[in-house]
């Protein structure tokens, strides 16, 4: 099993960034997919996931409106788009495969797969 995230980078506050990972080893269209990251010294937090199904979408509430999922079976791969990034968007971002409940997937233990992570730096 494998998850490749790339696109990270260093970008100027306002702009936007599309991350992509692509999956491998196991049958992607029957998992759920979603993005984490972790700034600077802290956690790691839920950003956004998309269901196996490709329509129903969760994300955290301080990023509706700038971060957006979606995902293409056909190529194993799903991604984020970013739009208006921040200082504050500085981290490493992962990807990852859930196999779990819904309901539950901002939860880290509710993913089978991560991904080795992308950095975003997003500088002036």
């Known amino acids: 099993v494998q998850l490749q995230a790339s696109g990270g980078g260093l970008v100027q506050p306002g702009d936007s960034l599309r991350l992509s990972c692509a999956g491998s080893?196991?049958?992607?269209?029957?998992?759920?997919m979603g993005w984490f990251r972790q700034p600077p010294g802290k956690e790691r937090e839920f950003v956004v996931a998309?269901?196996?199904?490709?329509?129903?979408?969760s994300s955290t509430d301080s990023l509706k409106g700038r971060f957006t999922i979606s995902r293409d079976n056909a190529k194993n791969t799903v991604y984020l788009h970013m739009k208006n990034l921040k200082p504050e968007d500085t981290a490493v971002y992962y990807c990852?495969?859930?196999?779990?409940?819904?309901?539950?997937?901002?939860?880290?233990?509710?993913?089978?797969?991560w991904g080795q992570g992308t950095q975003v730096t997003v500088s002036s």
């Open positions: 990852a495969a859930s196999s779990g409940r819904w309901s539950a997937i901002h939860r880290q233990e509710q993913y089978n797969y």
């Open positions: 080893g196991f049958t992607f269209s029957s998992y759920s």
């Open positions: 998309i269901h196996w199904n490709g329509v129903a979408t």
